[in-house]
């Protein structure tokens, strides 16, 4: 599966942004897909996750009640809805994609998109 990230800016503190990931193939239904973010300077964090049907969701604490993943499946495409935005959101988003269960682990996704970068100023 390819990803295609999407949606990034520069936005002021406390802002919103949704960002959009969307795949090629037929079976993106197959995958749990993940949101994952790199400051400058700073490893790769986890941000959330969504199971293959949108029917769960898995959140780093620190953006938990802020951020919100969600999936359509008929469109190929998972988005991340970023609320109330701050300036250590900053960093390059990537999507990702798994054949296994959801996860907050990296090296458990195997397909990556290429990152969207978001600015949050102060």
């Known amino acids: 599966v390819q990803l295609q990230a999407s949606g990034g800016g520069l936005v002021q503190a406390g802002g919103s942004l949704r960002l959009s990931c969307a795949a090629s193939?037929?079976?993106?239904?197959?995958?749990?897909m993940g949101w994952f973010r790199q400051a400058p300077g700073k490893e790769r964090e986890f941000v959330a996750a969504?199971?293959?049907?949108?029917?769960?969701?898995l959140y780093a604490d620190s953006v938990k009640g802020r951020f919100t993943i969600s999936r359509d499946n008929a469109k190929n495409t998972v988005y991340l809805q970023m609320n109330s935005l701050k300036p250590e959101d900053t960093a390059v988003y990537y999507c990702a994609a798994t054949a296994y269960r959801y996860s907050d682990h990296a090296n458990e996704y195997g397909y990556w998109g290429q990152g969207t970068l978001v600015t949050v100023s102060s």
């Open positions: 193939g037929r079976t993106f239904g197959s995958y749990a």
């Open positions: 969504v199971t293959r049907t949108g029917s769960s969701a």
